[in-house]
């Protein structure tokens, strides 16, 4: 029996990619320590690499009695904390169970895949719309304490910005609302740069907006600016 993955291709429609990848288990496994080793580590290539193995238990084809026997190996070559490979997993589970939401709203690997491991808490004490609006708004630190809380921050807690359904926040007050009746394609694209100008001015950046002339050319020039964006950061730290 084959099965696919194609661990430098999860950028969008995770979860298709998951469910077409064609690979030995042996490549799928090799595959996952690799970008674990790796320089450029994709949290979400690995968890939905591990979730497959667990799901259609293909850690037997490798040789392990279960899960945790595969993670404990897998660990130990990596050279990896245990504890961060079974959060990898939860994230992979989360993930796939929450797929159709997460690709609604726009969920993307910028949007820090480690909060996944902490939306199940967070929909178990808060209204579903406020807790994807804070998995995109919050960053990890802020979207852990918030589930982990039942639902609830201290003002000091509060992010800076965020977003309710179609409107924007800053520091608690109202600063732009969307049209209800815009086009979801639309109303993403907006939402999306929304998100990229609070993020700059959340740490005191800027944003610069540029045209591209479609997808293939957007999958072409992200990676080379977030290479950019790691030299610049780094010539200045």
Same mark, same amino acid.
């Given at each position: $029996?084959?099965?696919?993955?194609?661990?430098?291709?999860?950028? +969008?429609?995770?979860?298709? *990619?998951?469910? !077409?990848?064609?690979?030995?288990?042996?490549?799928?496994?090799?595959? /996952?320590?690799?970008?674990?080793?790796?320089?450029?580590?994709?949290?979400?290539?690995?968890?939905?690499?591990?979730?497959?193995? %667990?799901? #259609?238990?293909?850690? !037997?084809?490798?040789?392990? %009695?279960? /899960?945790?026997?595969?993670?404990?190996?897998?660990?130990?070559? +990596?050279?990896?904390?245990?504890? &961060?490979?079974?959060?990898?997993?939860?994230?992979?589970?989360?993930?796939?169970?929450?797929?159709?939401?997460?690709?609604?709203?726009?969920? !993307?690997?910028?949007?820090?895949?480690?909060?996944?491991?902490? *939306?199940?808490?967070?929909?178990?004490?808060?209204? @579903?719309?406020?807790?994807?609006? %804070?998995?995109?708004?919050? !960053?990890?630190?802020?979207?852990?304490?918030?589930?982990?809380?039942?639902?609830?921050?201290?003002? #000091? #807690?509060?992010?800076?910005?965020?977003?309710?359904?179609? /409107?924007?926040?800053? @520091?608690?007050?109202?600063?732009?609302?969307? @049209? %209800?009746? *815009?086009?979801?394609?639309?109303?993403? $694209?907006? *939402?999306?740069?929304?998100?990229?100008?609070?993020?700059?001015?959340?740490?005191?950046?800027?944003?610069?907006?540029?045209?591209?002339? &479609?997808?293939?050319?957007?999958?072409?020039?992200?990676?080379?600016?977030?290479?950019?964006?790691?030299?610049? #950061?780094?010539?200045? +730290?």
């Amino acid at each position: $029996m084959r099965y696919t993955i194609h661990m430098n291709t999860l950028k +969008t429609k995770l979860l298709s *990619l998951y469910d !077409t990848w064609e690979v030995e288990p042996e490549k799928l496994d090799r595959d /996952i320590r690799d970008t674990i080793r790796g320089v450029g580590l994709s949290i979400l290539s690995i968890a939905l690499g591990l979730a497959k193995i %667990k799901r #259609e238990k293909l850690f !037997t084809a490798l040789g392990f %009695k279960n /899960i945790t026997a595969y993670i404990e190996d897998l660990a130990k070559s +990596t050279k990896n904390d245990r504890g &961060n490979i079974f959060s990898w997993l939860k994230i992979g589970e989360t993930y796939i169970k929450y797929h159709d939401d997460l690709e609604k709203i726009g969920f !993307t690997e910028g949007d820090s895949p480690s909060k996944l491991a902490y *939306l199940e808490k967070a929909l178990a004490h808060a209204p @579903k719309e406020e807790v994807y609006d %804070k998995l995109l708004t919050m !960053t990890y630190r802020k979207f852990k304490a918030f589930a982990k809380s039942g639902g609830q921050l201290n003002k #000091e #807690e509060e992010p800076l910005w965020e977003i309710r359904g179609n /409107i924007l926040y800053i @520091k608690g007050q109202r600063a732009i609302i969307l @049209k %209800k009746d *815009l086009e979801e394609q639309v109303n993403n $694209m907006l *939402l999306g740069a929304i998100r990229a100008a609070c993020r700059a001015l959340e740490k005191k950046g800027v944003i610069a907006v540029v045209h591209l002339k &479609n997808q293939r050319d957007m999958r072409l020039f992200i990676p080379r600016a977030r290479k950019l964006r790691a030299r610049i #950061e780094a010539d200045f +730290t």
